[in-house]
């Protein structure tokens, strides 16, 4: 059973910076890229930032500049630095997994942490 496991959530002042961590485990032979979504009170999950495990990114258009993602293949662990946070930026994180392969499955299959809340606020 594969488990992502998020960290780094909290409070914090507009203009503030937060890193979120994430952090893949189980039977896990590879992943073929991990990401960030997030929601907010009343809206739809969206895209944040997606890694490959070649090293590429993509961003969402409005976060690339602030947001940095990266990643440690060695570790299953993927990163989010969040720079100059904004009060629209509150959310929960959801870290993703995708094709991720295991013993159990190794065509691989998706997957979701339970997201870690980011509250920006004065």
């Known amino acids: 059973q594969v488990q992502l496991v998020e960290s780094g959530g909290g409070l914090v002042q507009p203009g503030g910076s937060l890193r979120l961590s994430c952090a893949a485990s189980?039977?896990?032979?590879?992943?073929?890229?991990m990401g960030w979504y997030r929601q907010a009170p009343g809206k739809q999950r969206e895209l944040v930032a997606t890694?490959?495990?070649?090293?590429?990114?993509n961003y969402a258009d409005s976060r690339q500049g602030r947001f940095t993602i990266s990643g440690d293949n060695a570790k299953n662990t993927v990163y989010l630095q969040m720079n100059n946070l904004r009060p629209e930026d509150t959310a929960v994180y959801y870290c993703?997994?995708?094709?991720?392969?295991?013993?159990?499955?190794?065509?691989?299959?998706?997957?979701w942490g339970k997201g870690t809340l980011v509250t920006v606020s004065s």
């Open positions: 189980g039977s896990i032979l590879s992943i073929d890229a």
């Open positions: 890694i490959h495990r070649s090293g590429d990114t």
């Open positions: 993703h997994a995708d094709l991720v392969a295991t013993v159990a499955d190794p065509d691989g299959m998706p997957y």
